[in-house]
């Protein structure tokens, strides 16, 4: 059974930080993404890795603030956000795929939920002014 569990979400003030935690078991992947969704809005992805060579890419709303990493263990992949803005108030999501990968065009394509085979049921993420 799959299994993909989000955690670390919470309340912060704008110009905190919080590191979100993605564990996944059942399923070997080497892709992964973060996705969030707003309330009222259409879900957007966030940011992805590569498992394999631990590229990673980011949407530009988020460049330069959040980052994706993985353990050595290769157990956990976080996503470390810092200088959050109320902006970034959202549910965020981890998914998961196996897949062909060439990074060329994962960079194109990283955003697409429908890429991702698995998901999490996301941890909340509210940040104040």
């Known amino acids: 059974q799959v299994q993909v569990v989000e955690s670390g979400g919470g309340s912060v003030q704008a110009g905190g930080s919080l590191r979100l935690s993605c564990e996944v078991s059942?399923?070997?992947?080497?892709?992964m993404g973060w996705f969030r969704q707003a309330t009222g809005k259409e879900r957007e992805g966030v940011a992805s890795?590569?498992?394999?060579?631990?590229?990673?890419y980011y949407a530009d709303s988020v460049k330069g603030r959040f980052a994706v990493s993985q353990d050595n263990a290769e157990k956990t992949v976080y996503l470390q956000m810092n200088s959050l803005k109320p902006e970034d108030t959202a549910m965020y999501y981890c998914?998961?795929?196996?897949?062909?990968?060439?990074?060329?065009?994962?960079?194109?394509?990283?955003?697409?939920?429908?890429?991702?085979?698995?998901w999490g049921q996301g941890t909340q993420v509210t940040v104040s002014s």
């Open positions: 998914a998961v795929a196996f897949s062909r990968y060439d990074s060329s065009w994962w960079s194109s394509h990283w955003h697409e939920d429908q890429r991702y085979n698995y």
């Open positions: 059942g399923y070997t992947y080497n892709l």
């Open positions: 890795m590569g498992i394999g060579d631990r590229s990673t």
